[in-house]
């Protein structure tokens, strides 16, 4: 869905849209599982910058709820992961702040988006919430064994007949050294 400063000019766009399983691309270990409902509110928000200097930002609050799938970071088991969320940004036109010289920015004005002259696409602001909105690591269970770095036998399910991992020789200069540390 794009939205555009023009479709704003009288009055707010209301929303309710629902981004289908496959038409976002989150990222190789993340899948979208079902339709992602998305309901919110676009906003024009005229930011007058001097005499007949006038930009025209966008305000997007709006929520979303759906279920993802997610890879174990440790033995790339598929996870179940429920997601929900809100946001509540502001986006500029790209060349309201093109000017080439350097200026300072208010902390305010950190938290502020662009988008492009064609307008903004909801589906890619989804796209960045829910990736923002997802656990740095997600495991399958908090004991989970993981993969043999050997064999790759999934070692949840069964043990492997490989032998422990030798220690690389040029570590055992530090053998015995937290022993010797005092504190």
């Known amino acids: 869905m794009l939205i555009t400063p023009l479709q704003l000019v009288d009055e707010p766009l ?6 289908p399983a496959g038409v976002l691309d989150y990222a190789p270990d993340v899948t979208q599982i079902g339709a992602l409902p998305v309901t919110g509110r676009a906003d024009l ?8 200097d006038m930009v025209d930002d966008i305000r997007l609050r709006a929520s ?19 997601i929900e969320g809100e946001f509540d940004l502001i986006f500029r036109p790209q060349e309201a702040d093109a000017d080439s010289a350097e200026r300072a920015i208010t902390a305010d004005e ?3 988006g662009y988008y492009d002259n064609s307008g903004l696409l909801l589906e890619d602001v989804v ?8 656990p740095a ?6 004991d989970c064994k993981g993969l043999c770095p050997r064999c790759g036998q999934h ?3 069964a043990s492997c007949n490989c032998e422990a991992t030798a220690v690389d020789p040029r570590w055992n200069a530090l053998a015995g050294l937290a022993g010797r540390i005092q504190t």
């Open 14 to 19: 209301e929303f309710s849209e629902s981004i």
């Open 45 to 52: 928000l005229v930011e007058h910058r001097g005499h007949n």
């Open 64 to 82: 979303y709820s759906g279920n993802l799938e997610v890879l174990c970071a440790r033995c790339v088991d598929p996870v179940a992961v429920p």
């Open 110 to 112: 950190t938290e502020i």
């Open 127 to 134: 796209r960045e919430q829910v990736l923002l909105s997802l």
């Open 137 to 142: 690591r997600t495991l399958c269970t908090p």
């Open 155 to 157: 070692l949840n399910s």
